[in-house]
């Protein structure tokens, strides 16, 4: 795979409009129109990040649309110069063993979040082997922490309340 193909990796070429920029016009090598991009591909969180709501219930978890949004540009950013090229060498290796692109996405941002973490928790400086050596345990690590996740959490509210009238009946 060339560099197109590890541009395109990370940030699809969308096209429509979001808050009224048209996306097809945005130039993927800024940092303002590269986060517009990236945010156009969270519909999702789109309410959320504009009511400003720090948290939301999004598939059985609770997740910060802002600090999603950011993971996702860190590892845009970090694909987009090759920089750690472990990067992109881990991406094509969880493609080509048939992850879909956006899970890809978030299993590299794992391993970013815990570098983020110990930097501002432990204060322990960056570590790029350790970065290498989280990039190499995927998909195993992300397996494992998918596993760990209680079959509680994966339902969303509604879906527990139902349960727990069922089982109070």
Partial sequence: MNDDERRRFALLGLSGQLDGIE??????????????LIRAEHPEFRSALASGRETIHHRGQVVNPA??????EIVANQLLADEPPE???????????????????????????EDVYAALHDNQPHNPARTRAALAALPESWELQRAEIPVERHANRAERRAAERKHRH
């Fill in 87 to 113: 990067m992109w060498q881990t991406a094509k290796r969880l493609t080509d063993a048939g992850y879909e692109r956006h899970e890809v996405l978030h299993m590299l941002a794992s391993v970013v979040s």
């Fill in 67 to 72: 600090l999603h949004i950011a993971m996702h």
């Fill in 23 to 36: 996306l097809s016009l945005l130039d993927p090598d800024n940092d303002d129109e590269r986060s517009v």
